[in-house]
Nanobody, 124 residues
Framework: QVQLVESGGGLVQPGGSLRLSCATS????????IGWFRQAPGKEREGVSC????????HYTDSVKGRFTISRDSANNTVYLEMNNLKAEDTAVYYC?????????????????WGQGTQVTVSS
């Protein structure tokens, strides 16, 4: 059965860093893209980043380009989101999701399975 479990969230000061992990099971990372999304209170879920099934193609929303890096470890079935120079506006619940396809999409409708989310709070 397909499962995705996020971890690594927490409270960090502005300018700080966090690394989120998405542990997956029940499918092969070599066959599906994985996306990271976030949802802040009162806002819609937003696509943050995505990595293709090969790991060769990565995508980022404009607001995180140059600060966030997505990567994956196929041997350990885990996808990571390294977040640097965090800002207050990055505060949200972060979710990882399994794409229905091998290529990336920024839209939540293109993802079939979701983790439970991990809270990231950026505050001084």
């Amino acid at each position: 059965q397909v499962q995705l479990v996020e971890s690594g969230g927490g409270l960090v000061q502005p300018g700080g860093s966090l690394r989120l992990s998405c542990a997956t099971s029940g499918f092969s990372l070599d066959s599906y893209a994985i996306g990271w999304f976030r949802q802040a209170p009162g806002k819609e879920r937003e696509g943050v980043s995505c990595i293709s099934e090969s790991g060769d193609s990565t995508h980022y929303t404009d607001s995180v380009k140059g600060r966030f890096t997505i990567s994956r470890d196929s041997a350990n079935n885990t996808v990571y989101l390294e977040m640097n120079n965090l800002k207050a506006e990055d505060t949200a619940v972060y979710y990882c999701a399994k794409r229905i396809h091998f290529s990336c999409s920024p839209y939540a409708s293109g993802y079939q399975y979701w983790g439970q989310g991990t809270q990231v709070t950026v505050s001084s």
